[in-house]
Nanobody, 119 residues
Framework: VQLVESGGSLVQPGGSLRLSCAASGFLFSRYPMSWVRQAPGKEFEWVSHIDTSARTYYADFVKGRFTISRDDTNDNLYLQLNSLKPEDTAVYYC??????????????RGRGTQVTVSS
């Protein structure tokens, strides 16, 4: 399982970013996929996940601002981040659980991409 995130950057409050995750080494379309993040000095927290039918789920703190999507043809996962706030500053990770077709806690994740929201 390989997950490679990209797209993180320094952005001003209110700005937008699009994160990407290139997946390989497994049948991408069979797995729910998620984004998690870790802010400095804090625990990992779940941000969003998308199931194999493209149903989406979001943490309350990003609902209405972030959009998760997937491209099963090219094995890519995306996270569109809008209306960014300084508290969104974190390393964002693409993650996958152990079970096909059923969401479960992440077992695999990539190396992450840094998102910094600051003026």
């Amino acid at each position: 399982v390989q997950l490679v995130e990209s797209g993180g950057s320094l952005v001003q409050p209110g700005g937008s970013l699009r994160l990407s995750c290139a997946a390989s080494g497994f049948l991408f379309s069979r797995y729910p996929m998620s984004w998690v993040r870790q802010a400095p000095g804090k625990e990992f927290e779940w941000v969003s996940h998308i199931d194999t039918s493209a149903r989406t789920y979001y943490a309350d703190f990003v609902k209405g601002r972030f959009t998760i999507s997937r491209d099963d043809t090219n094995d890519n996962l995306y996270l569109q981040l809008n209306s960014l706030k300084p508290e969104d500053t974190a390393v964002y990770y693409c993650a996958r659980g152990a079970r096909q077709y059923t969401y479960d806690d992440p077992k695999y994740r990539g190396r992450g991409t840094q998102v910094t929201v600051s003026s």
